[in-house]
C-alpha cells in the first residue's frame, strides 16, 4: 500500500470566513494524505469543519493558507477554468441533497459531465446508459428525477459522478436524506466501485456509515483529532 | 454539444411559459414597430421619389409678374409680363434642354353625354419632353400644330377614363369650350404629384389653339408661365441667373426695379420635401427603435431574475465540471434565442400590419429586404448585449455560494 500514488495531499490547510464578529476560523491546520485506492471516512460533529475541508477538497472553494496537491498538481495555481476541468475529469461529487438537475432526464443528468468535456452525442449517451444500467435504473433512463425515489436519485448521482471515470469521488452526508436501509444499498455501491480502485472520501456523522470504510479521520473544531485504520465494510 | 445547449434553453425556456413569453413580447413589440415605421417611412420616400421623377428633373417654372388694380393685386401669373419670344429667347441660353411656355386653366371638357373639368394646358412639344411625358397611344402634336393652331388634344389617363370610358379616345372628338378636339394621342399615367393633385387629370392642346379657342388673351403670343428644363443638376444656378439677367433685359427692366416676373426651381422644392420625408422617417425610426431597446432592457430584467432563481442549478453545473464559458454561452443562448424567436414573429406582425395599413388606407409603404436584415441583425445584437451581463453574472458566481443558495 505505501508504495501507491498520493491522491491528496494537503498541508496546514487553513480557511476562515469573514464575519461581523471578525474573521471566523473553520479549519486550523490540516494535514492529511490520501492515497489512491482508499476508502476514507471523514467524522465529527457539526461545526467541527468537515464540509468545509471537504468543499476545499472538492476544489468548490479556496483555502485561507495551506497547500492542497489534488493528484500531484498544486491546487492553488489553478485558475477557474483549470478547477472546472478538475472537478470534471478527476473528482465525482456525490451530494446529501443528490443535486440532479430537475428538467432534465435521468440520462441527461448523468451525462451532464460529459456535454462539459466535450463527448460527442452519442459516445454520450452510450457511456449514461452504460452508468444507469450499472446502478440498476437502465429503465428510467427517459423519467425525470422528480419520479423516482430518494434512493434512486442518489444512484443517479453516484452515475453522474463515475460518468468521467474519476480518480477520487468526494460525498458529502450521501446518505443523510435516506433511511437506513436505502443507506445500505448507496453504502454498497461506494464499497463496490471503491474495489475497482477508485478513491472514495465520505462525510457522515453516522457511525454505521463511516464503519464501510476502511481509515476513519475525526474532526473537532477545525483539526483533525484521531485518524485511524478500521475494518472497513463492516455491516 | 450546441444541439444539447439548444434542447437545455429550450426546456429552461418551457418551464416559464408566460414569462418567457412576455418578454418575448417586448421584442415583438420593438420589432413590430420599427418594421411598420420603416415601411411607412420609406414608403412615403418612395411615393416622393416618384413624383419627383414623374414631375421631370431640373426644372423651373418662369411666372409672369403680378398687376395691381385699386389696390387689389393680381398675384403672380395675373399680368401678361411673358410672352412666347421669351421662351424662345430663354431656349438660346446655355444649359438649357428644354423651354415650354404653357396657358392653362380648368375647363369643361365634353364627349357625347358625358363631361368633366379637367386641367387644360396649352403649350408646345417640348413640355412634354422637360415633363419626360411618353404618350402610350396615338401621337404627340408637333410644332406644326402650335404654328397652324390645329384642334388636336393629348389627353391624360383620368381624363380619358372619365370622359371615354372603356372606348379608344385616339381619333375621338372631344369639346373644349365648345370647340371640337380630335384626340390624337393618351399620356402615359404620372400619378400624384407632389401636392397630391392627380397629374393625369389633363389634357394638352397646342398653345395657340388654347390662346385662341380656350382661354382666349387680350395679347397675342403672352403667356403666363414658361417651363424650362436645365441640362442638369449643376448648371442650375447657372441657368437661373441666366434667366433672370436675360428676361430683365428684354422687359428692359433698370437697376433697382423689381422683377416682373416670378421664378420657381421645382427641383429644389422636390428635394425639400423629401428631405423632409427622409427626416420623418428617422424619427419614426430612432421613435420605434426605443421600444426595440425597452425590449432589450425587459430581456435583461428576465435573464437576471433567472440567473438569480436558477443559482443553486449553475452551482450544480459547476461542480460538476462546466466552465465560465459553458454558462456564459448557456444564458447568453436563451437571451438570444427569445430576442430572435420576438424578432421572427415581430416582423411578421409588423409586415402584416404594414400591408393592413396599406390595404386600409392606401398609403404606399415599402418592405425592403434591407430592413429587414437590419432588424434581425439588430434583435440578434439586443440579445447578445441585454444578455451578457446576466448571463456574465452566472459564469462568475463563485461556486460554493452557489450550491449554498437555496
Known amino acids: 500500500m ?3 500514488e498520493v491522491v491528496i495531499r494537503v498541508a496546514n490547510l487553513v480557511k476562515s470566513y469573514e464575519t461581523a464578529a471578525g474573521a471566523f476560523p473553520a479549519l486550523k491546520g490540516v494535514d492529511l494524505a490520501v492515497r489512491a485506492g482508499e476508502y476514507v ?22 483555502p485561507t493558507s495551506g497547500d492542497y496537491f489534488l493528484a500531484g498538481r498544486n491546487v492553488a495555481s489553478l485558475d477557474r477554468d483549470e478547477l472546472a476541468v478538475l472537478r470534471n475529469r478527476t473528482i465525482g461529487f456525490v451530494f446529501q441533497g443528490f443535486n440532479l438537475l430537475p428538467r432534465m432526464s435521468l440520462e441527461d443528468n448523468v451525462a451532464l459531465p460529459l456535454v462539459y468535456r466535450g463527448v460527442d452525442r452519442e459516445p454520450r449517451r452510450a457511456r449514461a446508459r452504460q452508468l444507469l444500467e450499472r446502478v440498476g435504473l437502465g429503465q428510467y433512463a427517459a423519467s425525470l428525477p422528480s419520479r423516482i425515489s430518494g434512493g434512486q436519485q442518489q ?8 460518468v468521467n471515470e474519476p480518480q477520487l469521488i468526494l460525498a458529502d452526508e450521501p446518505t443523510g436524506n435516506l433511511d437506513s436501509h ?54 | 454539444m450546441f444541439r ?37 417611412g420609406q414608403g412615403a420616400q418612395y411615393a416622393v421619389k416618384q413624383s419627383i421623377a414623374s414631375m ?22 395675373g399680368a401678361p409680363t411673358l410672352n412666347v419670344a ?140 414658361i417651363t424650362v428644363q436645365a441640362a442638369s443638376d449643376e448648371a442650375m444656378p447657372v441657368v437661373e441667373k441666366g434667366i433672370e439677367a436675360l428676361l430683365r433685359q428684354r422687359h428692359r427692366l433698370r437697376e433697382g426695379m423689381e422683377n416682373d416676373f416670378y421664378m420657381r426651381n421645382l427641383s429644389a422644392t422636390a428635394e425639400s420635401q423629401a428631405e423632409t420625408t427622409r427626416t420623418m422617417s428617422l424619427l419614426l425610426g430612432a421613435i420605434a427603435s426605443v421600444s426595440l431597446l425597452v425590449g432589450g432592457i425587459g430581456i435583461m430584467n428576465i435573464m437576471l431574475v433567472s440567473v438569480t432563481e436558477r443559482t443553486r442549478e449553475i452551482g450544480i453545473r459547476m461542480a460538476i465540471g462546466a466552465r465560465e464559458r459553458d454558462i456564459l ?43 429587414v436584415l437590419v432588424a434581425f441583425a439588430v434583435a440578434a445584437g439586443v440579445g447578445v448585449f441585454f444578455g451578457f451581463y446576466p448571463a456574465r453574472k452566472a459564469a462568475r458566481l463563485d461556486p460554493i455560494e452557489a450550491l449554498r443558495y437555496q
Open chain 2, 86 to 225: 421669351d421662351a424662345a429667347a430663354i431656349a438660346e441660353l446655355d444649359g438649357v434642354i428644354n423651354v415650354a411656355p404653357v396657358h392653362q386653366g380648368t375647363r369643361q371638357l365634353v364627349y357625347g353625354p358625358n363631361n368633366w373639368n379637367s386641367q387644360v394646358v396649352g403649350t408646345t412639344p417640348s413640355y412634354l419632353d422637360a415633363r419626360a411625358w411618353t404618350v402610350v397611344s396615338g401621337a404627340p402634336f408637333g410644332d406644326s400644330d402650335v404654328r397652324s393652331a390645329t384642334r388636336v388634344a393629348l389627353v391624360g389617363a383620368t381624363a380619358a377614363k372619365n370622359l371615354f370610358g372603356d372606348e379608344d379616345p385616339v381619333g375621338k372628338t372631344l369639346r373644349i369650350q365648345q370647340s371640337p378636339f380630335v384626340v390624337v394621342g393618351v399620356l402615359g399615367s404620372k400619378g400624384q404629384s407632389l401636392d397630391g393633385r392627380d397629374q393625369d387629370d389633363t389634357v394638352i392642346i397646342p398653345l395657340t389653339t388654347a390662346q385662341r379657342k380656350v382661354f382666349g388673351t387680350p395679347f397675342q403670343g403672352s403667356v403666363r408661365m
Open chain 1, 155 to 162: 444512484r443517479v448521482a453516484i452515475a453522474r459522478a463515475l
Open chain 2, 56 to 77: 421631370g428633373s431640373n426644372l423651373f417654372i418662369v411666372l409672369s409678374g403680378s398687376f395691381t388694380t385699386g389696390g387689389v393685386r393680381s398675384g403672380a401669373a
Open chain 1, 2 to 4: 505505501g508504495n501507491e
Open chain 1, 41 to 62: 471516512a471523514i467524522m465529527g460533529p457539526s461545526g467541527s469543519g468537515k464540509s468545509t475541508f471537504m468543499n476545499l477538497l472538492g476544489c468548490l472553494d479556496t
Open chain 2, 4 to 40: 444539447f445547449m439548444l434542447a437545455e434553453a429550450w426546456h429552461a425556456m418551457g418551464a416559464n411559459r408566460l414569462r418567457t413569453g412576455l418578454t418575448m413580447l417586448g421584442m415583438v413589440i420593438g420589432v413590430g414597430a420599427v418594421v411598420i415605421m420603416m415601411a411607412i
Open chain 2, 329 to 371: 454561452s448557456q444564458f447568453l443562448l436563451e437571451a438570444i434565442i427569445i430576442s430572435i424567436t420576438g424578432c421572427f414573429i415581430g416582423l411578421v406582425l409588423g409586415v402584416g400590419m404594414a400591408l393592413l395599413v396599406h390595404a386600409v388606407s392606401g398609403m404606399v409603404v415599402v418592405i425592403s429586404g434591407g430592413a
Open chain 1, 182 to 235: 436505502t443507506s445500505e444499498e448507496i453504502m454498497a455501491l461506494f464499497g463496490e466501485f471503491n474495489r475497482e480502485g477508485i478513491t472514495v472520501v465520505l462525510v457522515t456523522h453516522e457511525p454505521d456509515i463511516a464503519n464501510h470504510a476502511r481509515r476513519q479521520v475525526r474532526f473537532l473544531d477545525g483539526r483533525i483529532v484521531s485518524d485511524r485504520a478500521t475494518g472497513g465494510e463492516a455491516a
